[in-house]
């Protein structure tokens, strides 16, 4: 099978709408991400509808964007992937959709991309280019999901551990809102956290010392309600840095245990919450002490993107052949 020379990517799960040009298998050649997280944070979280709708108005603009980017007229793209889950079935069916039109008026192949697999393909894009090989333990970390993946090759995939109620960034967008944070609160209780001190109030660790990869991140987001009321006036920058601290330490703590116990000798981190600047720091240095090199995407690539999904669907096409058919429906609770 040849090589795609050019494969669009689409990626509509939730609310950002993007679009990216991949040549080959890991050559970026344009990326574009629009997000409609503005539209949404007067509302507290993403609203499926409004998320439908603006997809739907962006998406054409974004595309014709992206090709004018590249350099390339739509007839040389050779490979079309697009996510059909986990996610939003609204938001989902507007990319897939856009995705299986362009495919079909082309008569290309057509691809559907796992958004979770997806993340771990952002880490195959960018400098050194050895930098996603796998075998290694992937820790996919977003505001959907936080869960450890043992990758012993691209395509075979074995969660051995996942939270069992709310996702890292869930419990951080969550406890934004108590602090008066806009929608997604993540980047802005980075930051926030710099200026505050991690050791003002000690949150509890939820399953650290528990055996197994689990993660339970409710519990916590309830500790910070709590204490908000009984302390009305805690400095907000120092609840965002003893709640990041309680965060960053779990997640370093299980999956460093996790790569050990199956003996993997990388640790790649994926998802909106890899690009937080207190787990990159808490991780790379406890993997050097145990000898995992610890690997995240660059911070563009963490969030929701499409150069992801092309670099998944391109994999998959080049190395086994695959495509999809155009019956292909949305998957909005696929797993991996
Ligand atoms: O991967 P993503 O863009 O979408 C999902 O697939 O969920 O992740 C979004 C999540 C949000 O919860 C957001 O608050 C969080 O990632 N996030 C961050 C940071 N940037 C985004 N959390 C902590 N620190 C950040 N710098
Ligand atoms: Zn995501």
């Given at each position: 099978m040849s090589c795609p020379s050019y494969t669009l990517g689409i990626e509509t799960s939730c609310d950002e709408t993007a679009v990216a040009i991949l040549e080959g298998?890991?050559?970026?050649v344009a990326n574009f991400v629009y997000s409609q997280a503005e539209l949404h944070a007067r509302y507290g979280g993403v609203v499926p509808e409004v998320a439908s709708r603006n997809h739907l108005r962006m998406l054409p603009y974004l595309i014709r964007e992206t090709l004018t980017h590249a350099g390339?007229?739509?007839?040389?793209?050779s490979l079309v992937a697009a996510t059909y889950g986990p996610g939003l079935v609204g938001p989902l069916l507007v990319g897939l959709s856009h995705g299986k039109g362009i495919a079909f008026g082309l008569d290309v192949p057509f691809i559907g991309v796992n958004h979770l697999e997806g993340h771990i393909f952002a880490?195959?894009?960018?400098?050194?280019?050895?930098?996603?090989?796998?075998p290694f333990m992937a820790l996919v970390v977003s505001g959907g999901h936080t869960s450890l993946v043992a990758v012993p090759e691209y395509g075979e995939y074995q969660v051995v551990g996942a939270t069992v109620d709310d996702a890292a960034g869930e419990a951080l967008d969550k406890m934004g809102k108590m602090l008066g944070?806009?929608?997604?609160a993540g980047p802005a209780i980075d930051r926030l956290a710099y200026r505050?001190?991690?050791?003002?109030i000690r949150f509890p660790r939820p399953m650290?010392?528990?055996?197994?990869f689990d993660f339970s991140f409710a519990g916590l987001k309830t500790a910070v309600l709590y204490h908000l009321r009984k302390?009305?006036?805690?400095?907000p920058e120092d609840v965002a840095a003893s709640f990041l601290a309680s965060v960053v330490s779990v997640l370093v703590k299980k999956s460093i245990d996790a790569t050990r116990r199956y003996r993997f000798e990388r640790l790649v981190v994926v998802g909106?919450?890899?690009?937080n600047c207190h787990l990159r720091e808490a991780l790379v240095p406890c993997g050097t002490e145990h000898g995992i090199k610890v690997f995240f995407p660059s911070l563009k690539l963490?969030?929701?993107?499409a150069a992801m999904i092309a670099a998944a669907g391109a994999f998959h096409f080049l190395h086994e052949g695959k495509s999809d058919p155009l019956s292909l429906a949305p998957a909005p609770s696929l797993g991996l």
């Amino acid at each position: 099978m040849s090589c795609p020379s050019y494969t669009l990517g689409i990626e509509t799960s939730c609310d950002e709408t993007a679009v990216a040009i991949l040549e080959g298998e890991t050559t970026l050649v344009a990326n574009f991400v629009y997000s409609q997280a503005e539209l949404h944070a007067r509302y507290g979280g993403v609203v499926p509808e409004v998320a439908s709708r603006n997809h739907l108005r962006m998406l054409p603009y974004l595309i014709r964007e992206t090709l004018t980017h590249a350099g390339i007229s739509i007839n040389q793209l050779s490979l079309v992937a697009a996510t059909y889950g986990p996610g939003l079935v609204g938001p989902l069916l507007v990319g897939l959709s856009h995705g299986k039109g362009i495919a079909f008026g082309l008569d290309v192949p057509f691809i559907g991309v796992n958004h979770l697999e997806g993340h771990i393909f952002a880490n195959r894009l960018g400098e050194p280019a050895d930098r996603g090989s796998p075998p290694f333990m992937a820790l996919v970390v977003s505001g959907g999901h936080t869960s450890l993946v043992a990758v012993p090759e691209y395509g075979e995939y074995q969660v051995v551990g996942a939270t069992v109620d709310d996702a890292a960034g869930e419990a951080l967008d969550k406890m934004g809102k108590m602090l008066g944070i806009a929608y997604p609160a993540g980047p802005a209780i980075d930051r926030l956290a710099y200026r505050g001190d991690h050791t003002a109030i000690r949150f509890p660790r939820p399953m650290e010392a528990a055996p197994g990869f689990d993660f339970s991140f409710a519990g916590l987001k309830t500790a910070v309600l709590y204490h908000l009321r009984k302390y009305p006036n805690e400095k907000p920058e120092d609840v965002a840095a003893s709640f990041l601290a309680s965060v960053v330490s779990v997640l370093v703590k299980k999956s460093i245990d996790a790569t050990r116990r199956y003996r993997f000798e990388r640790l790649v981190v994926v998802g909106g919450v890899a690009a937080n600047c207190h787990l990159r720091e808490a991780l790379v240095p406890c993997g050097t002490e145990h000898g995992i090199k610890v690997f995240f995407p660059s911070l563009k690539l963490c969030t929701d993107n499409a150069a992801m999904i092309a670099a998944a669907g391109a994999f998959h096409f080049l190395h086994e052949g695959k495509s999809d058919p155009l019956s292909l429906a949305p998957a909005p609770s696929l797993g991996l």
